[in-house]
């Protein structure tokens, strides 16, 4: 399950597949899958921290929540697909993982309209330490500036971790680590600063955390769970739209998702940063954060 490099197709262990465990490499659909031709698939990322999956139902009502708005239900409860997540840890021996939650419309229909397909659900867990190299993560990461934009909320279900969503992100991602960065960051259709392919983007200036109001772009968990975090402890955070001119006046910079949890980043095109106080403070009450309390105590 831990071997780097071994395709995703081809690792050992179990997935939940529509309420059963199929060893990992039957666990398959057909080609021609609606989810696959018209992005009507819907998906989560969370982790486990010592056996626990951080927000569990949090997560799993998010992602109801965005298979609603795209307009079909899965027929799991929260608490099912809560139970689900932790048998596949479970079964696969796992404490500390990464847990991917699908959903999406089946192969009896091709078409646009498809309104009596099949909903499947699958879970995947596997080992993931760290989204980002551990040498760039100490250094702070080098994000490049993406051509592509968010969209307008208008023209898609921004509130929706959709797969179709995260086009813009994938050619964005290749395109910076072609150029020798670790990640893109995205402004929206407006101009505003928006957030990196997969994670939500912060600042710091003269003490406070200043981060885009998510008002086109996904409010991610993780980002929610920082600001808490950052109140508690008496950081101001103030939400609003940044311009990217803006950037030269903040000292820190970091960016936050489940995958990445809490990144310095030390430099955005020609902005710099240097990871200090704030953002150090965050990663460690973070971490401190996921663990289950009787670990943590």
């Not at 596997?126 to 500036?145: T, V």
Request: glycine share 8%; hydrophobic share 40%; charged share 25%.
């Amino acid at each position: 399950m831990s071997a780097q490099g071994v395709p995703f197709d081809q690792r050992d262990g179990w997935i939940w597949y529509d309420g059963v465990f199929v060893p990992w490499a039957d666990a398959k659909l057909h080609v021609l899958s609606h989810g696959l031709h018209y992005g009507s698939t819907v998906f989560e990322g969370e982790r486990a921290y010592g056996g626990e999956i951080f927000k569990s139902a949090e997560h799993s009502e998010r992602l109801r929540l965005s298979a609603e708005m795209l307009d079909f239900t899965i027929p799991y409860t929260i608490g099912e697909i809560d139970a689900a997540k932790k048998a596949t840890l479970e079964k696969n021996g796992l404490v500390d993982a990464y847990v991917r939650p699908v959903a999406w419309r089946g192969s009896e229909m091709m078409g646009v309209a498809a309104q009596k397909n099949t909903i499947h659900l699958a879970i995947g867990v596997w080992e993931w330490p760290s989204y980002f190299d551990p040498e760039q993560r100490l250094k702070g990461l080098r994000l490049d500036l993406s051509e592509w934009r968010r969209p307008d909320p208008a023209t898609i279900p921004c509130r929706a971790k959709a797969a179709g969503l995260y086009m813009i992100c994938t050619i964005s991602k290749h395109r910076a680590e072609r150029r020798g960065f670790a990640d893109a960051l995205m402004l929206d259709y407006r101009g505003y600063v928006a957030e990196c392919t997969g994670a939500n983007v912060f600042f710091i200036k003269d003490g406070v955390i200043h981060t885009p109001t998510p008002d086109c772009f996904l409010d991610g968990i993780t980002r929610r769970t920082v600001i808490d975090i950052a109140r508690r402890h008496g950081i101001e955070v103030v939400e609003r739209h940044i311009k990217p001119e803006e950037l030269t006046g903040f000292s820190e910079c970091f960016v936050t998702g489940t995958a990445a949890e809490v990144t310095p980043v030390g430099s955005i095109a020609d902005w710099t940063f240097t990871p200090s106080g704030i953002t150090h403070q965050l990663m460690d009450s973070y971490s401190a954060e996921v663990r289950p309390k009787q670990q943590a105590a």
